[in-house]
């Protein structure tokens, strides 16, 4: 089915999963911008699943702007605040919900990329830069968590998540190591995969390398299931399987992996595949994933959710690339949204499955 080029951003083609095409986004974020008329119309229902989680009054607000790229989002709800990297400018920033402030929380950080808190409220962090995942004590001191596997250093690790047991599972495909621009450029000396590191002995285990670049992960509510996002798709033209699905085991081990949901769509006369970056999971296992679409531009990016069946029931249009989300807040019901140069945020009535 070709989409036409008329058709209002905002619509969506069920056949063959495809979204239709959008005219330029003019929406104006900037300080002083005109207040929208409620209900919010860039969060979409594209599914009736999809409308209870829709707050009729809730805007999507812009809350700061100004990074280079921005990945990472992970709320401390011991600190009561958010954290994110800046990867380009190496910093961590730290975003206060009290009156809005902005400040640096580290700088340098390692080109750090993905964050999350475990369950003593310390942060963890995939640093790029120096190819390692670090534990930040509350003393200030950095504990080294993960820095090679069979005596060869990690590509540039990713992100990061953490299972009830203590386990610690982050992905390795390697980004930070291609270029100078998000951390430092050099050989890849691993197949990328997924790694687990073990909270008894800190024994790194690697729980798969199927798939081409593993990205963002998340596990469902009853940790269950382990969801993957694969950006080799945009990046790397391969097939367009862009998130997969494993059975967790013993919580140590992932069986019987399969696609999940294809973020690759019909637009400009052909398929294109999409990127879905980081992903989250809800109390009711539904996914959502930050995303974009490179090849066709402004109107598509923003937040794609998926339910727990993988169907695609609702989005968050953005005006830029929307890398990473994470829930957050007092009630767990704000969903942080880091997309390109922004950071963004809209009350849902979803919870986050998990602390962060």
């Not at 982050?170 to 691993?190: A, I, M, R, V, W």
Request: proline share 6%; glycine share 12%; net charge neutral.
């Amino acid at each position: 089915m070709k989409p036409s080029t008329t058709v209002n951003r905002r619509s969506f083609l069920n056949s063959l999963g495809a979204l239709a095409a959008a005219p330029a986004f003019t929406r104006d974020y900037g300080p002083g911008a005109p207040p929208i008329r409620y209900p919010e119309p860039d969060v979409v229902v594209l599914e009736p699943a999809f409308a209870k989680y829709k707050i009729g009054s809730a805007p999507i607000q812009r809350l700061h702007t100004g990074t280079l790229w921005a990945e990472g989002p992970a709320w401390s709800g011991a600190g009561g605040y958010l954290v994110w990297s800046d990867i380009p400018n190496d910093v961590q920033l730290r975003w206060l919900p009290e009156d809005g402030h902005v400040s640096t929380a580290r700088n340098p950080a390692g080109f750090s990329n993905g964050n999350t808190f475990d369950r003593e409220s310390r942060q963890l962090s995939c640093e790029h830069g120096n190819r390692r995942v670090v534990r930040h004590e509350v003393n200030g001191s950095v504990t080294v968590l993960a820095a090679k596997f069979d005596g060869k250093p990690f590509n540039a690790p990713n992100d990061i998540v953490v299972h009830p047991d203590g386990g610690i599972w982050f992905t390795d495909p390697g980004y930070g190591s291609l270029g100078l621009y998000e951390g430092n450029k050099g050989e890849l000396q691993l197949k990328e995969a997924v790694y687990r590191i073990d909270p008894a002995d800190g024994k790194i285990t690697k729980v798969t390398d199927e798939l081409f670049k593993p990205n963002g992960l998340c596990f469902s509510p009853d940790y269950k299931k382990l969801y993957i996002a694969d950006t080799g798709a945009t990046h790397f033209k391969q097939a367009p399987k862009n998130i997969q699905v494993w059975d967790v085991l013993d919580g140590r081990r992932l069986a019987k992996g399969r696609e999940f949901a294809s973020m690759a769509m019909e637009a400009k006369g052909r398929r294109i595949a999409g990127l879905a970056d980081g992903i989250r999971c809800d109390a009711d296992g539904n996914v959502w994933a930050g995303a974009g679409w490179a090849e066709i531009g402004e109107g598509y990016d923003g937040v794609q959710v998926f339910s727990p069946a993988g169907q695609r029931i609702g989005q968050i249009l953005l005006p830029e690339v929307c890398s990473n989300v994470c829930f957050g807040g007092r009630r767990r019901n704000r969903l942080f949204m880091t997309a390109s140069q922004s950071l963004y945020a809209v009350h849902v009535e979803a919870v986050g499955a998990h602390f962060c």
